[in-house]
């Protein structure tokens, strides 16, 4: 998050309150894990929090099989 956000967010622009980055941040983050797609291999361009809700999904299916 550090050099994702902060170094360029505070290259870009002067925050005269806290409340004004916390804005800013919030609206980086819903793009961050909604809206951007993964570049990791691993995610086949998912978005962050599809991964998530894929791993919830596969724990419950390995849960439920080990209770059986």
Same mark, same amino acid.
């Given at each position: 998050m550090?050099? *994702?956000?902060?170094? *360029?967010?505070?290259?870009?622009?002067f =925050?005269?309150s806290?409340?004004?980055?916390?804005k800013?941040l919030?609206q980086w983050?819903?793009h =961050?894990? =909604?809206?951007?797609p993964h570049? !990791? =291999?691993r995610?086949? !361009?998912?978005?962050?929090?599809?991964?998530?809700e894929? !791993?919830?999904?596969?724990?419950e299916?390995?849960?439920?099989?080990?209770?059986a």
């Amino acid at each position: 998050m550090l050099d *994702e956000f902060f170094r *360029e967010a505070f290259r870009k622009e002067f =925050y005269s309150s806290v409340e004004k980055l916390q804005k800013a941040l919030d609206q980086w983050l819903q793009h =961050y894990n =909604y809206e951007r797609p993964h570049r !990791g =291999y691993r995610n086949m !361009g998912r978005r962050p929090f599809e991964t998530i809700e894929a !791993g919830k999904v596969i724990k419950e299916q390995v849960t439920t099989k080990e209770t059986a």
